[in-house]
């Protein structure tokens, strides 16, 4: 049993790797990076790089990373969650030099491309997770109450970024782009699945004592 698990390691690493960091080479040989500048290049990965985040953030909270301490993907779910801020911040920011027309037109939500509405609210949603975080203890959120605020706001993140990068059809390559969204999706289901029946398991002991 301890064979398997240790032969299966290496492999959830690499999986891991793979689907962050395919899409993420095809898109750096797209041909449509040659009629854009760097900044719109640094904000368009910026981007990709984000959705690999989400991607790693259910599967360190859900305990499914080897070599892991429960306490070390907790740590390590706090500080990815910043990164994927930072790496928000500067999709957005490149974004408005590049075009702040767009940008004012997205953010207000009255952008006529399809994906906006979707990318604008997971970023909210990512901003207000991230400013929570912070303010946490300040805040006096037990961790119940933290649960029941984030979940939600998880959830509108995954949903709102797979949405967002489906529907834009630029540099990254169709195959890669649908397979990370379908890993994002299903990893945020099973850490839910996984979580609802640990809490109803608890519950059931909890009313048979």
């Not at 960091?21 to 984000?50: C, D, H, K, M, T």
């Not at 702040?100 to 970023?123: K, R």
């Not at 959830?155 to 397979?179: D, F, P, Q, R, Y």
């Not at 609802?196 to 002991?205: F, H, M, V």
């Amino acid at each position: 049993m301890k064979g398997r698990r240790s032969a299966r390691a290496p492999l959830i690493w690499v999986g891991l790797a793979l689907a962050i960091g395919v899409p993420i080479a095809l898109a750096a040989g797209s041909e449509q990076l040659a009629w854009r500048g760097p900044v719109y290049i640094l904000a368009g990965f910026a981007g990709i790089i984000a959705l690999g985040l989400v991607l790693v953030q259910p599967l360190l909270i859900g305990g499914y990373l080897p070599g892991l301490s429960a306490y070390r993907g907790r740590r390590a779910h706090h500080w990815i969650g910043g990164a994927l801020a930072l790496a928000v911040v500067i999709h957005v920011a490149g974004l408005w030099i590049t075009s702040p027309p767009d940008m004012i037109d997205a953010l207000t939500y009255t952008s006529p491309t399809p994906f906006s509405p979707f990318g604008v609210t997971a970023m909210w949603a990512i901003f207000t997770v991230a400013l929570l975080a912070l303010l946490r203890r300040r805040l006096g959120l037990r961790l119940r109450t933290w649960r029941i605020v984030h979940i939600p706001l998880a959830i509108v993140i995954v949903a709102g970024s797979v949405a967002h990068c489906l529907l834009i059809e630029g540099t990254m390559e169709t195959i890669s782009k649908a397979t990370l969204c379908a890993a994002v999706l299903a990893a945020t289901v099973k850490v839910m699945v996984d979580l609802w029946r640990t809490r109803t398991l608890r519950g059931e002991r909890v009313a048979g004592q």
